[in-house]
């Protein structure tokens, strides 16, 4: 069985100010984690991804997560928030097998809608 | 290198009816998954091809059922529609060997009045 929590429905911030959005799991196997963000009206695209390999994973537009196994952690941060971050954010946790790949069923978390203030 | 397409993009549908919605995977993948996205919701697992068989299932009723073709694409066909269907319905493509996540399409947005 697997679980994800988004401990924040919402998060706002400045532009220019940092950014987390915090993620908690649950997995009976070695999981595979990863962000994905939403605009309005699109589908989803994937911003970063762990799989048992660098703890620290870094993704596109300068988001970065860290793998924490003891914390069961997958947190999201940006150093610098920008206008066109504002969006949903979503942790996902799949199974991974003992190779690292990734495979079947995504679960996800509720989403974390991110709001960027002028 | 087209991505994952779905069609229709958007369909109105009244309660009773049947829907199928379609998806064709990114180029090189193979297996495709579906998902129904409520409003105000993640995304939730109905279920995922590979090689023209259900592979997995989530918890979904008996009224939602796919295919997957000889060419990786798939349809997922929704019968006797409910109100509680409206949602945004996701395909998500990817390679069973090669590892880097899954590729979504944008979606078809389910509305059943």
């Known amino acids: 069985a697997q679980s994800v929590t988004q401990l924040d429905s919402h998060v706002s911030v400045s532009e220019g100010t940092p950014v987390l959005l915090r993620c908690n799991y649950s997995?009976?196997?070695?999981?595979?984690l990863f962000w994905y963000v939403q605009h309005p009206n699109k589908g989803l695209q994937l911003l970063l991804k762990y799989t048992s390999a660098a703890t620290l994973v870094k993704g596109i537009n300068g988001f970065e997560a860290e793998f924490k196994k003891s914390e069961t952690s997958f947190h999201l941060t940006k150093p610098s928030a920008h206008m066109s971050d504002a969006a949903e954010y979503f942790c996902v946790v799949t199974r991974a097998n003992a190779g690292g790949t990734s495979y079947g069923k995504l679960t996800f978390g509720q989403g974390t809608i991110l709001t960027v203030h002028p | 290198d087209a991505g994952v397409t779905q069609s229709p993009t958007h369909l109105i549908k009244t309660r009773g009816q049947q829907v199928t919605l379609r998806c064709s995977p990114k180029?090189?993948?193979?297996?495709v998954s579906w998902y129904q996205q409520a409003l105000g919701q993640g995304p939730q697992f109905i279920f995922q091809?590979?090689?023209?068989?259900?592979?997995q299932r989530g918890n979904f009723p008996d009224r939602f059922s796919g295919h997957q073709f000889p060419n990786y694409s798939s349809e997922l066909n929704v019968n006797a529609l409910l109100l509680g269907d409206s949602a945004l319905y996701l395909c998500?493509?990817?390679?069973?060997?090669?590892?880097?996540?899954?590729?979504f399409g944008s979606g078809t947005r389910l509305t059943v009045v």
């Open positions: 180029s090189g993948h193979d297996t």
């Open positions: 091809y590979y090689e023209e068989e259900e592979r």
């Open positions: 998500a493509s990817s390679a069973e060997i090669a590892n880097y996540g899954y590729t």
């Open positions: 997995s009976s196997y070695s999981p595979s």
